[in-house]
């Protein structure tokens, strides 16, 4: 009996550990891991727009899809995305199958939900793995995932960048 109920106990240790964990987020069918954010748009992009390149990641361009609808007289709630990467990650990748330069580099998308809550999505690396058909740079796709996590978590939560 003290046995089932040490197990029990564990079992709800660790489902309250998943429920409580937003950095254990995990990509639906579509490959994508969303994460909600305590800021708008502009500023979710921007904050990771600062975690990336103080890790010295190159910020490639930024696109406002809200501003491009507005020019051609249509509306869409704040959608932005941010493209970035960097040589020393995604060359490994591409040699390994120069395909995955499709998704490369990597992209961010924040917008703003219905509900008026501000997401940020991104690609997971595993993913990209699977539809790549890479199985020989498990470490590569490691990092990219972890960091990823990172980035975003610091983009999305207040006080999560760092000092420079």
């Known amino acids: 009996m003290r046995h089932k109920l040490h197990i029990g106990a564990l079992a709800v240790l660790f489902l309250g550990v998943i429920t409580l964990a937003p950095s254990l987020a995990r990509?639906?069918?579509?490959?994508?891991?969303?994460?909600?954010?305590?800021?708008?748009?502009?500023?979710?992009?921007?904050?990771?727009?600062i975690a990336l390149e103080r890790a010295g990641i190159t910020i490639f361009a930024r696109i406002d899809h809200a501003k491009g609808a507005k020019k051609v007289g249509m509306?869409?709630?704040?959608?932005?995305?941010?493209?970035?990467?960097?040589?020393?990650?995604?060359?490994?990748?591409?040699?390994?199958?120069p395909k995955i330069g499709?998704?490369?580099?990597?992209?961010?998308?924040?917008?703003?939900?219905?509900?008026?809550s501000v997401k940020l999505g991104y690609t997971d690396p595993a993913w990209l793995a699977k539809?790549?058909?890479?199985?020989?740079?498990?470490?590569?796709?490691?990092?990219?995932?972890?960091?990823?996590?990172?980035?975003?978590?610091?983009?999305?939560?207040?006080?999560?960048?760092?000092?420079?």
């Open 27 to 49: 990509a639906e069918g579509d490959g994508m891991i969303v994460k909600t954010s305590d800021f708008g748009v502009t500023k979710t992009l921007d904050r990771l727009g």
């Open 75 to 97: 509306e869409l709630a704040p959608t932005a995305l941010i493209i970035f990467g960097t040589p020393k990650i995604g060359t490994p990748l591409m040699q390994s199958n």
């Open 102 to 116: 499709l998704d490369l580099p990597l992209k961010a998308l924040a917008w703003q939900a219905a509900d008026g």
């Open 131 to 164: 539809r790549h058909g890479i199985a020989d740079r498990d470490e590569v796709f490691k990092k990219m995932t972890g960091a990823l996590n990172k980035f975003t978590n610091m983009a999305i939560k207040k006080g999560g960048l760092p000092k420079q």
